[in-house]
């Protein structure tokens, strides 16, 4: 990927860095501002949109039938999907999902999957032979850094936000009836992504922060303060103190996260 | 989750395979398995065999991959359709483009980048059988591989994971404790420089937990770092002095 | 201040050779104030400085090195070469036509085509640009007959030998003249198979040899007793 930030500027990044300030005026383990829509779009059966600084990104929850998995047959089915749609960087081009997009939306997966914060023996309809299927597709609509924690945010928030038809089996037969029932969510996992540069960590990685730094890890963690999710990515490495470092500030930005959001 | 009617490690802390909590399966390394690939390796880690082969320095092809200021490296992973137990397409699955991404950055790291601009180096990674633990046992293979291309490196990558089985923090997760356990954290680690290239985890841990998982890793890859050390000088040997 | 080997101890990338006031030779690097391997090979210092002589390497091109290639393609306006190196070599056409060409495939083609062997020099070089090479001195140019091997790129300094001592000497035992790629490719050209063959037998042995002592003695040994092998041979007749 051709580099979008001039020498000049990397030296600027690096030198505030130092001095423990950012290009934006936040401190080095300060998050973006995040505003939070919900239910937009009303063809799915959630949804929802996230601002974080000026990363956008658009989930839609589509809920289906299907059919369980073998080995999982009282559960229903999850599945993410990721699209970096060219209209979010100059960078994206149309096509089918490229290593980026199915590393995002394989670890936002994690999260959701590992956290077992979906009720999935609530989403069981016919032991072995119906359930729902729960379809979660990213949409990335603007790319300004750190789109895992977007993503992370906006799924979750469209997960909060989507509806479940109400049903019968009758003489086994499915009807669909009137009215829905909330998707029966647990609890509420939480991404933070700390970028390295220099040997400092910085949480929410801004996209020119992000021409800069050498590497990043991801942790997602729920309420009780276990960690159900980790990602290291970028060409770089980071020491083991590093490691548990940005695991606590994860634990951290979780706990404020979750508070200015009243998961 | 199904309700489990067999425990992976039992009370004497013994595991399903026979195993302590901290022990490693076998391992076994060769370089210079392959003579038309310009460094190769093959690792066999308990029941996974995966045989690494790289090509290059050589010209970035499509050309419009190729950077001006820098070596670029392509990792495929890549699992046979005969290497699982439910045959699988040998179409590349995410699984295996997430897999190929998490190698290259854990292998880049070692790699003098910036030395040989507008060149690439390809690691082609062939997953024989599979029994758990491949990303990492593909890490340890590929950075053989790579040495013994004679691309420098500063230091070879090793990996190993660790993981939770019922109550019990373990070394080196098998195929049924990776599908029936708590935890699994995929581990890459560059002894000399103290540096972790790849990390992943999931699972549930507690922060405690996790520490002690990471700490087993490295030692685990530690372990497996003398192995690699010994499998590239078997193949460089000194060769005898010869008497007159 | 330490250093953390013995004399031509075998190393791998990342191994700790020393720490402290020494200098980082072939195939080291610093990091932290302390000198690690980056290659397979043999270390050892010379005064202060720590180097280790790679068993495995490929050839980075350098500007003024003799190198050996292969024509891949013929173009508009010159040849690309293969110099077995990781860029791609470009030969101009205005370096081997003494006089101005006008720009038609065939007329190159009949100088040089795909699968022809060159000796040539590296004329320029750098990070942005191919490696670009001339053949208009004495001695470059299309190779027309002789025994083409390859060797580990590392290794040609010790065929050479100490002020060319080593070449000098097979050269002359085998009455073959043989020209040194530094990109490790060689061409010996004799004027019987079997002196070509003696030439590429001794070769083959320092490439195999080359860090052990005593080399030099068993070379020469090896090259007068088949020379009086042959010299005997030729009696029984």
Same mark, same amino acid.
């Not at chain 2, 070596?71 to 483009?97: D, I, T, W």
């Given at each position: 990927m051709s580099s979008l930030v001039t020498k000049v500027r990397l030296r600027q990044i690096e030198q505030l860095i130092e001095k423990g300030k950012r290009l934006d005026d936040r401190g080095l383990l300060d998050t973006r501002e995040i505003k939070i829509? @919900?239910?937009?779009?009303?063809? #799915?059966?959630?949804?929802?949109?996230?601002?974080?600084?000026?990363?956008?990104?658009?989930?839609?929850?589509?809920?289906?039938?299907?059919?369980?998995?073998?080995?999982?047959?009282?559960?229903?089915?999850?599945?993410?999907? #990721?699209?970096?749609?060219?209209?979010?960087?100059?960078?994206f081009e149309p096509g089918p999902p490229d290593e980026n997009s199915i590393e995002l939306a394989r670890v936002v997966d994690r999260g959701i999957?590992?956290?077992?914060?979906?009720?999935?023996?609530?989403?069981?309809?016919?032991?072995?032979?119906?359930?729902?299927?729960?379809?979660?597709?990213?949409?990335?609509?603007?790319?300004?850094g750190n789109l895992i924690d977007a993503s992370a945010i906006a799924a979750m928030a469209a997960l909060l936000n989507t509806k479940m038809p109400n049903y019968e089996v009758k003489d086994g037969e499915l009807k669909i009836k009137q009215g829905y029932t909330p998707l029966p969510v647990k609890n509420h996992?939480?991404?933070?992504?700390?970028?390295?540069i220099n040997g400092h960590l910085i949480t929410d990685p801004w996209i020119e922060e992000e021409q800069v730094m050498d590497s990043r890890i991801t942790f997602a963690t729920k309420e009780d303060g276990t960690i159900c999710a980790i990602q290291k990515g970028g060409s770089g490495y980071f020491t083991p103190q590093q490691i548990l470092e940005a695991s606590k500030i994860a634990l951290d930005k979780a706990v404020e996260l979750r508070k200015k959001l009243d998961w | 989750m199904n309700e489990k009617t067999e425990k992976l490690i039992d009370k004497k802390g013994i595991r399903s395979d026979g195993r302590k909590a901290d022990e490693l399966r076998p391992v076994k390394l060769q370089v210079g398995v392959l003579s038309n690939a310009d460094g190769s390796a093959y690792i066999e880690h308990g029941k996974n065999k995966i045989l690494a082969a790289a090509f290059g320095p050589r010209e970035v092809h499509p050309k419009h991959l190729m @950077?001006?200021?820098? %070596?670029?490296?392509?990792?495929?992973?890549? %699992?046979?359709?005969?290497?699982? @137990?439910? $045959?699988?397409?040998? #179409?590349?699955?995410?699984?295996?483009?997430?897999?190929s991404k998490v190698i290259k950055e854990s292998l880049e790291p070692a790699l003098f980048l910036e030395l040989?601009? $507008?060149?690439?180096?390809?690691?082609?990674?062939?997953?024989?059988?599979?029994?758990?633990?491949?990303?990492?046992?593909?890490?340890?293979?590929?950075?053989?591989?790579?040495?013994?291309?004679g691309v420098p490196m500063r230091d070879l990558v090793v990996g190993c994971a660790a993981g939770k089985v019922d109550d019990t923090v373990v070394l080196d997760l098998y195929d049924a404790e990776d599908k029936l356990g708590i935890a699994d954290v995929p581990v890459a680690y560059m002894p000399s420089l103290n540096a972790i290239t790849l990390l992943q985890m999931d699972g549930i841990l507690e922060p405690a937990e996790f520490e002690k998982a990471?700490?087993? #890793? %490295?030692?685990?890859?530690?372990?497996?770092?003398e192995m690699q050390k010994e499998a590239l000088k078997t193949k460089y040997m000194v060769v005898k002095e010869v008497e007159e | 201040m330490p250093t953390f080997f013995e004399k031509k101890q075998l190393v791998t990338p990342g191994e700790l050779l020393a720490e402290g006031d020494y200098l980082p030779g072939e195939n080291t690097y610093v990091e932290g104030g302390k000198i690690y391997a980056s290659r397979i090979g043999l270390v050892d210092s010379d005064n202060k400085k720590v180097n280790v002589v790679a068993l495995r390497a490929f050839y980075m091109p350098k500007m003024g090195d003799i190198v050996i290639g292969t024509v891949i393609e013929v173009g508009f306006n010159g040849w690309t070469i293969d110099i077995k190196a990781p860029y791609t070599a470009m030969l101009r056409a205005s370096d081997v036509l003494s006089r101005p060409f006008k720009p038609q495939n065939d007329e190159l083609s009949q100088v040089l085509t795909a699968g022809d062997l060159i000796v040539a020099k590296i004329a320029t070089f750098d990070r942005a640009h191919d490696p670009q090479l001339t053949v208009g001195e004495p001695g470059l140019g299309k190779i027309t007959r002789g025994q083409i091997l390859h060797v580990t790129p590392t290794k040609i300094p010790r065929i050479i030998g100490r002020k060319g001592s080593m070449i000098s000497m097979i050269k002359q035992e085998t009455n073959c003249q043989i020209i040194l790629g530094l990109n490790g490719v060689i061409l010996v050209t004799g004027k019987t198979l079997d002196e070509e063959e003696l030439a590429i037998s001794v070769i083959r042995k320092i490439e195999e040899e080359s860090h052990t002592s005593g080399l030099t003695d068993r070379i020469t040994h090896l090259l007068k007793e088949k020379k009086i092998g042959k010299v005997e041979e030729n009696k029984v007749e």
């Open positions: 829509e @919900q239910g937009l779009i009303e063809k #799915a059966e959630g949804s929802a949109r996230v601002f974080l600084g000026k990363t956008e990104v658009l989930v839609g929850v589509k809920v289906g039938l299907g059919e369980p998995f073998p080995d999982t047959p009282n559960e229903g089915v999850l599945t993410v999907n #990721a699209e970096l749609v060219p209209v979010a960087s100059p960078h999957r590992e956290s077992k914060c979906i009720d999935n023996e609530k989403l069981c309809i016919e032991p072995g032979k119906k359930v729902f299927v729960v379809f979660v597709d990213i949409y990335v609509l603007n790319h300004d996992p939480v991404t933070v992504t700390t970028g390295k | @950077q001006a200021d820098r %070596m670029v490296l392509k990792v495929r992973y890549h %699992m046979a359709p005969f290497s699982v @137990q439910e $045959r699988k397409s040998p #179409a590349p699955s995410r699984r295996e483009v997430e897999l040989y601009p $507008r060149t690439g180096v390809d690691v082609f990674v062939e997953v024989l059988q599979a029994d758990g633990g491949t990303r990492c046992a593909a890490i340890t293979a590929a950075a053989l591989a790579i040495a013994d291309s990471v700490n087993m #890793a %490295m030692d685990g890859c530690k372990k497996i770092y | -």
